[in-house]
Nanobody, 115 residues
Framework: QVQLVESGGGLVQAGGSLRLSCAASISMFGISAMGWYRQAPGKQRELVADIFSGGRTNYKDSVRGRFTISRDNAKNTVYLQMNSLKPEDTAVYYC?????????WGQGTQVTVSS
């Protein structure tokens, strides 16, 4: 029912920037929250940022001020602008959507930050 397609990952040097995109196959009307999680090798998956239907945003402390989450309702897309990237940001990033109370996940996109 819900398909999430992620893009924008890649390899970047420390201090660089990337923008992740996540496009949903349906309109935003049934979506109460969208967010980004990440999982590094050997680590637990963790919340990076999310945005709720009313526009409220939430950030992991270590990315606040560097990352910005936003959404474009006309394009059914959520973005994560990542600036001042650090090697510790290296992970697979997953888009997450809550649609009518159910959780959906994107396929993941690799972000690698070299020192």
């Amino acid at each position: 029912q819900v398909q999430l397609v992620e893009s924008g990952g890649g390899l970047v040097q420390a201090g660089g920037s990337l923008r992740l995109s996540c496009a949903a196959s349906i309109s935003m009307f049934g979506i109460s929250a969208m967010g980004w999680y990440r999982q590094a090798p050997g680590k637990q998956r963790e919340l990076v940022a999310d945005i709720f239907s009313g526009g409220r945003t939430n950030y992991k402390d270590s990315v606040r001020g560097r990352f910005t989450i936003s959404r474009d309702n006309a394009k059914n897309t959520v973005y994560l602008q990542m600036n001042s990237l650090k090697p510790e940001d290296t992970a697979v990033y997953y888009c997450h959507v809550v649609n009518y109370g159910r959780d959906y996940w994107g396929q993941g996109t690799q972000v690698t930050v070299s020192s």
